[in-house]
């Protein structure tokens, strides 16, 4: 394979990657990590531009890459690119894909997934590589949370990033208007008033909201819905983690 | 509340319980931040032999405490003694529960979790405070699985750690003993020849093995075993997270 040598300018372009509103600015996010960039190329529903590797790193061969130009970095710059203490050696650079409109978002059945004020980044990676795993149909991304493009939000997807539509949105407003058009709401949500997941009906136009990690749903958006919980021993351990609730419930929602 | 000053030796031998060695020399393990600690101490399964917290900090009052000595600690020796980056000001010392012998383990009926060379600190505590929620009746810490007692494990539980009664086990051995005194196992693992979990029975005396992040569960312990997979689309992403895979497989098993 037939390595390209970078640019000042283009280290300087992806290192900018690193920070939020570089990514928003230039369109674009940084994947790290064999597993997570084999799986983004082999899903081919995010474009990728660069492939960056680190010189003597093996795991190019690892890699089937038609068309993309791959660059090699010496380790000092490649560290300056990665997000991670020990990385892997490869990382590519992505152009984020375009938001959904709500009218495309509505329009389908399916199982929406709405996060509000999600701040680990880790955890939402696992929320939505869970959320693909059981084809939620959309992604609404609350408020508060963390940047779905964030490279650590994108290596805990495991690749999964770019696999479902997505919206940055006002919940407080946009689930009012997908109530209207019929969808029905289930919160995830521990209090007395919540009724089990196991007699959570589902309907075939669902959104599950999962609330923050510490705090839960904010209790505005909890104002006459359906609170949902998991059921179990509360007195062992006060509650479940976010991104486990949230799959078990989307495995009970799931069509599968 | 009245605050003790640690002597050099104490401050010693808590700051030694961040090593695995010393833990288990020691019989002692350290619990931090307020949730946990306020958790464990109101639970009661766990001896806590002093709390520690971090001088003006405020975070000793929204803590219960009887009959405990608490000592205050400036805070560079705090530090010292803490696991985290950001320290939340109380860590407990704590008494290393002891082991379940084999025999108390295989009589009762229950749900058992078997980990297999799990690595990763926080999806172990996060895999055992999901089982505490679910009502585990015992725990198997198979070879290459982190010391349950880890800070960052410890952590992960948010206060379960104790709830559960657990060994350290050759799993090999061990799931052979309990096949023979009548235990069903599901091996988690999402390879070809695995069942889908909605149609895998749940008999009363149930055994869970779940496998290393990267590995999934080593070959010798999947042989003439059932293996059962979580239903899902994996053009999307590759596989579910371990600790996720195992809390769906936990709330299909558990009589909740």
């Known amino acids: 394979m037939e390595f390209k040598e970078p ?32 799986q983004i190329i082999q899903q081919k529903k995010v474009i990728v531009t660069e492939i960056l590797v680190e010189r003597n790193s093996e795991v190019i061969g690892a890699l089937s890459i038609k068309d993309i130009p791959v660059y090699e970095l010496g380790q000092s710059d490649f560290e300056s690119v990665s997000d991670t203490e020990t990385p892997q050696g490869v990382i590519a650079v992505c152009n984020t894909p375009a938001e959904s409109d709500m009218e495309k978002l509505s329009k389908k059945e399916g199982l929406i997934v709405a996060f509000d004020a999600i701040q680990d980044p880790g955890n939402l990676g696992t929320m939505i590589r869970t959320s693909s795993w059981f084809e939620a149909s959309g992604l609404l991304i609350g408020h508060g949370t963390v940047d779905p493009f964030h490279p650590k939000v994108v290596r805990s997807t495991a690749g999964a990033t770019g696999a479902i539509s997505y919206r940055k949105a006002d919940l407080h407003s946009e689930l009012l208007q997908l109530e209207e058009s019929g969808w029905n709401i289930s919160i995830l949500d521990g209090s007395e008033n919540a009724i089990s997941l196991k007699s ?13 990690e510490g705090n839960g749903v904010n209790p505005k958006l909890l104002q006459n819905r359906r609170a949902v919980k998991i059921p179990g021993n509360s007195n062992n351990v006060e509650s479940l ?13 799931s069509g599968k």
Request: charged residues 25%.
């Open 7 to 38: 640019s000042n300018n283009q280290l300087k372009k992806w290192r900018k990657l690193l920070q939020g509103k570089y990514r928003k600015q230039e369109n674009q996010f940084l994947a790290e990590g064999l597993r997570c960039v084999d």
């Open 200 to 212: 959570a009906d589902k309907t075939g136009r669902d959104i599950l909201v999962i609330g923050n």
């Open 241 to 253: 983690n976010a991104a486990i609730a949230l799959s078990i419930a989307l495995y009970q929602f």
